[in-house]
């Protein structure tokens, strides 16, 4: 089976439905791999820039970005860099509106059981995990 790396703007297309024609080549590539014709990989960079993407310019809200991207990486036929990751990644933002990086850096570093070291007092107050700010 071929493995194709997916670029954060084909996901956009297939999100978003816009332009109408990249949206429905998008959307014709994701059946193809719901029904095992190819295998598409998304790292963990291309779904943070489809996160900010969404947010900053089609002005999604964290939620809609959550409930539309947990069922894109949960996808038959997608493989996806940390999946557990991104998964709890996309719900932490959701729940404590939060960004999205912030989220992944709590996670990540929750995992590892060591500190995030932030001047960001306001974001990761409302997550779980132990920081401390620069001396």
Known sequence: MKRLWVDANVILRFVTKDPPALAARAARLMAKA???EVSLYLSTLVLAEVVWVLKSFYHYSMAEIARVLVALVSAVGVEVEEREV???TLELARTRNVDFIDAYLAV???NAAEPVCT???TDFRRLPVEWVSPE
Do not use: L, S
Request: net charge positive; glycine share 8%.
């Open 34 to 36: 719901e029904q095992g």
């Open 86 to 88: 991104c998964i709890r």
């Open 108 to 110: 990540r570093a929750t």
């Open 119 to 121: 001047f960001d007092k």
